[in-house]
């Protein structure tokens, strides 16, 4: 590069001042675990966008989208050993190293848009501090359409769900999904269509949006909209990272994070919406879950929001206590 560049000097192409500045340039790859249509990927490359503009072309962030780069598993640890500055992932993964990263995964605890503005208020304290031990910050989150339950018949009863093969994507579903007597799988968002042709899976619990983004009719026909829960993805960089910038980029790259939080909120509305009539559209019948459903699948939400105060102790009690303190 630094010939090219030179040759280009020498050739009257570039300035010098030109050349400084591509030498200062700093690129950073950043891992999604989600295809392109996903807003959350939309909403990513947005702010990778926005932060070379606002620094100038100082700083260009490289989304690599679809698990393409690392693995979802494996990318808070990539970025914890400095493999890679920053990455997306959903909260909830982070559940077997401390429970509190389940709070937005807990069936019921918030259903709709506003408390889960509230319950990341209240959590946000906590899950910051326990980023920061290992050397991570959490740049912005933004959380998933409601979450609700795909399948290939009806589900009008929790009986319905018995032995069921269903995908399972964190420890929070996982449970649920063994509370219903059903069977959990793991399967990531990039394999649904493969493990629903395969008959790895029968059912699954997801948002409407991703029902859309994986043409969920070509496999299924049925989507309860139950409402579970909003688990929310976050975006994390690591110290060592930020420390290498300079105090301007540092500011720059906070200042889009903000705007993609704030972005990243109304655009999970607006597609929640987007995603039903989608659904509807291509002939997946939608419905609310029957009086009978609701009831029983609101005695699941009451033992898992037992078992995880228990689990995440002192600090989930605080939580709890400045969540319902807003109310």
Known sequence: MLKALMQSVIAGGLSLGMLSQAWATTQWDMPTPYGERTFHTVNIRQFAADVAELTEGELQINVHSGGSLIAHPEIKNAVRRNLVPMGELIMSRLANENAIYNVDSVPYLATSYEDAQALWEA?????????ARQGLQILFVVPWPPQGIYSRSEITRIEDLRNLRMRAYNT????????VNAVPTQ?????IPTAFGTGRVAAMMT???TGVDTQAWDYLSHYNHTQLWLPKNMVIVSDRALRRLSEETRAALFAAAEQAQERGWQMSREETERALVGLRENG????DPTPELDAALREVGATMTAEWQRDAGAAGEEILRRYRAAD
């Open 123 to 131: 959590s946000e304290p906590a899950i910051r501090a326990e980023l």
């Open 172 to 179: 929070s579903s996982e449970r649920f999904t063994r509370l």
């Open 187 to 191: 399967v990531e968002v990039p394999d």
């Open 207 to 209: 948002s409407p949006a």
């Open 284 to 287: 997946i019948h939608v419905s």
